[in-house]
Each structure stands twice: as structure tokens, then as C-alpha cells.
């Protein structure tokens, strides 16, 4: 289990399979070729808003891995959290992208996203 310290509250957060499942949900995208079929894909367009910093896909992330656990955050406390000057984002950044790294249920995934972004800035650099 991940843990940060938010607003004086520790809150837990697990990034499993049903982490995934919930995820996943909440944005689905058309398979070409399977007329009426959806592929659920909300993780793979979090995950790399997150990788490019976008702050509202770490919320997303934060909130759905809070999901089930006790304290349950809220986001009007995360969102003060993040307005928080003394909130260092880009080290919770780093942290929530290691312990994605890290999950049994997303790492694999998240590890090929990462490497299908380096190649494509690789191609661009050429």
C-alpha cells in the first residue's frame, strides 16, 4: 500500500487490479473495425497525462487508488493540497509514478508506455 500525508491526514492508496477495473471505466475508446465495440482505456489516458504533469489525471489517479480506504479522500482536500505552496507536486509525482512502477496490476503497462514515449521523443530528436 502507498501512503501520503495530505492536508495532516495520512491516506492509503492501492493501485491493484480493482484500481485498474475503476480506472479503465472512465474513459473508453472505439476498436476500428468492431462496429459498437469500446475498449476501456481511462488508465493509458491518465497515465500519460500524469507522465507530462498534467495535475487533474494525479488527482484522478490519487482518488480512484483512495477508493474503498479509510480516510477517504475528498476532492476538495486534495485540491488544497495541490494549491498548497508548501506541496512539493513534483515529487509526489515521482513517488506515485514509482509505486505505479512498482503494482503488479499496472506496472507492466505503465513500464511499455514509458518505453513507447521514449521511442517516439527518440524518433523526433532524429
Known amino acids: 500500500m502507498f501512503e501520503l500525508e495530505i492536508g495532516g491526514h495520512v491516506y492509503g492508496f492501492k493501485f491493484g487490479i480493482g484500481f485498474l477495473r475503476e480506472i479503465d471505466r472512465a474513459v473508453k475508446a472505439g476498436v476500428p473495425g468492431l462496429n459498437g465495440v469500446e475498449k476501456p482505456m481511462g488508465f493509458r489516458f491518465y497515465f500519460s497525462s500524469f507522465l507530462d504533469g498534467d495535475v487533474q489525471a494525479l488527482e484522478k489517479i490519487l482518488l480512484t487508488g483512495n477508493a474503498g480506504m479509510q480516510p ?15 506541496t512539493d507536486l513534483d515529487q509526489v509525482m515521482a513517488d506515485v509514478k514509482d509505486f505505479l512502477l512498482r503494482s503488479n496490476a499496472c506496472g507492466g503497462q505503465a513500464k511499455r508506455m514509458i518505453a513507447e514515449i521514449q521511442k517516439e521523443l527518440e524518433k523526433a530528436a532524429k
Not at 72 to 86: F, G, N
Open 72 to 86: 477517504r479522500l475528498t476532492i476538495p482536500v486534495l485540491d488544497e493540497w495541490v494549491d498548497d505552496p508548501d
